[in-house]
Antibody
């Protein structure tokens, strides 16, 4: 059974880079067809699609975040990563990693989420 | 970006009630709409995709209808485990935006 687990610092200073990793177990991120990516949710608020990466390495980002976001795959470690630079308090959120079965399909497998707080 | 407006933002209902939540898109999205259920501290759970297709394992009391700009999620007989927040999301084009959510509370 495929499982995703987010990890990374829970506290990031303003203007620095938020870095998270999603470790995949029970399946390979090199499998064709799938997209691997991130969604976030500020405390008490709605959800925002950040972006995803295809197994081939092609990336798709939310235009509102595109200038600050990088999603990458590490097939040797079977994980993928999120980097968001120049963070502000508005980037405080629970960050979920997920797997999509297709470019225009909903994610079927989610991680449990990890709270990242941006504060000095 | 396509905006999704959910209504109501919250509602109170009793076990056994029929509940309807609406999601309106700022432009036509065919049937490229998904509904999720989210409980506190948990990731969203997929309920319905393509506006009306029930995800495997989701109880049949959940149903979805609509196309174009207007969509509804209906719970035919609310159960205790259905008290949660519900979100819609469109998949017609990037960015894949979400509605603001509808919190279903116990009356």
């Amino acid at each position: 059974q495929l499982q995703l687990q987010e990890s990374g610092p829970g506290l990031v200073k303003p203007s620095e880079t938020l870095s998270l990793t999603c470790t995949v177990s029970g399946g390979s991120i090199s499998s064709s067809t799938y997209y691997w990516g991130w969604i976030r949710q500020p405390p008490g608020k709605g959800l925002e699609w950040i972006g995803y990466i295809y197994y081939s390495g092609s990336t798709y980002y939310n235009p509102s975040l595109k200038s600050r976001v990088t999603i990458s795959l590490d097939t040797s470690k079977n994980h993928f990563s999120l980097k968001l630079n120049s963070v502000t308090a508005a980037d405080t959120a629970v960050y979920y990693c997920a797997r999509w079965g297709g470019q225009q399909l909903p994610p079927l497998v989610w991680g449990q989420g990890t709270l990242v707080t941006v504060s000095s | 970006a396509i905006q999704l407006t959910q209504s109501p933002s919250s509602l109170s209902a009793s076990v056994g009630d029929r509940v309807t939540i609406t999601c309106r898109a700022s432009q036509g999205i065919a049937t490229a709409l998904t509904w999720y259920q989210q409980k506190p501290g948990k990731a969203p759970r997929l309920l319905i995709y393509d506006a009306s297709i029930l995800e495997s394992g989701v109880p049949s009391r959940f149903s979805g209808t609509g196309s174009g700009t207007d969509f509804t999620l209906t719970i035919s007989s609310l159960q205790p485990e259905d008290f949660a927040t519900y979100f819609c999301q469109q998949f017609i084009g990037s960015p894949f935006t979400f509605g603001g959510g509808t919190k279903v509370e116990i009356k």
